[in-house]
């Protein structure tokens, strides 16, 4: 094996070994004695703001897979920049694009006034995917609990660890791996993308220059996100039924149909093909996949302990 081999292997098994004992310093009765109504109060909270704008249950769902992609599930992302410290929220894949922040806010002002001090930002952000995924139709999986906030983000990593929309199948695979998910979880966790929509600069490659994908439906997209303006257009990613937590996204594969080039390189003659067809008539088997991926996701270098600090305010370091 070569030196560098060896180190790409090395890493991804440190990488585990770290997430697993992280992992297992986490506790879905976390909060039952320090503060009991946490999960309820977050609950009627997001169910809120769901029915104000549906939406936003894919924009958390994204927003807590942005925080964990970069330094661990550490609500990193959340931090606003200041006159000394620069935060995530201006990285390519974050800026104009990620949204929720005031839903977030919202959240802990009111789990504050319950207990002080005592539940991370993290932890909320976590809780608020899976009650976002719950509240729109899908599978509800036990989060566990337990994260502390970071004081420091990484605008870098977050330009270069969140897979972009142009990434072929070999380059998805391994970003997830770079983060101790394997391609099975990859395209189980990419079914979050049947709710939610997305830019037109995100999907303007996919649309003109790529074959893979229907004609009818390249024409539909084209009208509204032209050759060269119209970035911020939104499409929805699952052109079905993008309100609702389903399997539809992954028929949408079978059909050419997939928003983003990455979407579709799921199902483009690939080692994937076989689970993305397997998920399109099987949504038990997709719900269960996805919950199982989600919680190793929402464990990745997670702090805990005495690391870190549970954060009064979501936007900034105490």
Not at 246 to 254: F, I
Request: proline share 3%; with cysteine; hydrophobic share 40%.
């Amino acid at each position: 094996m070569a030196p560098s081999s060896f180190s790409f292997c090395y890493s991804a098994v440190v990488l585990l070994c770290l997430c697993t004992v992280a992992s297992a310093q986490l506790s879905p009765t976390f909060y039952n004695t320090s503060c009991p109504n946490v999960l309820s109060t977050i609950q009627t909270g997001i169910q809120a703001a769901l029915q104000a704008d549906s939406r936003m249950g894919a924009s958390l769902l994204r927003m807590h897979f942005h925080d964990c992609f970069v330094q661990g599930c550490d609500g990193s992302v959340l931090l606003d920049d200041t006159a000394n410290f620069t935060g995530e929220k201006t990285a390519f894949p974050n800026n104009n694009s990620l949204r929720g922040f005031e839903v977030i806010d919202a959240l802990k002002s009111s789990v504050e006034a319950l207990c002080p001090g005592v539940v991370s930002c993290a932890d909320i952000l976590a809780v608020a995917a899976r009650d976002s995924v719950v509240t729109l139709g899908g599978p509800t999986w036990t989060v566990p609990l337990g994260r502390r906030d970071s004081t420091t983000a990484n605008i870098s990593l977050a330009n270069t660890n969140l897979p972009a929309p142009t990434l072929n199948l070999s380059g998805l695979i391994t970003s997830f791996a770079n983060q101790g998910l394997t391609a099975a979880e990859m395209v189980a966790l990419s079914g979050g993308h049947t709710i939610g929509l997305a830019r037109c600069v995100s999907y303007r490659d996919h649309i003109y220059n790529d074959s893979n994908i229907n004609a009818n439906y390249s024409a539909s997209l084209r009208a509204i996100c032209p050759f060269s303006s119209g970035d911020d257009v939104l499409a929805p990613l699952d052109v079905a039924t993008n309100a609702t937590f389903d399997n539809r996204y992954y028929t949408n594969l079978l059909s050419n149909q997939g928003l983003l080039h990455s979407d579709q390189e799921l199902f483009n003659g690939g080692s994937t093909d076989a689970q993305v067809t397997s998920y399109t008539t099987n949504s038990t088997a997709f719900f269960a996949d996805f919950t199982s991926a989600m919680i190793k996701m929402s464990s990745i270098g997670v702090l805990t302990g005495t690391s870190g600090q549970i954060r009064t305010n979501c936007r900034r370091v105490n």
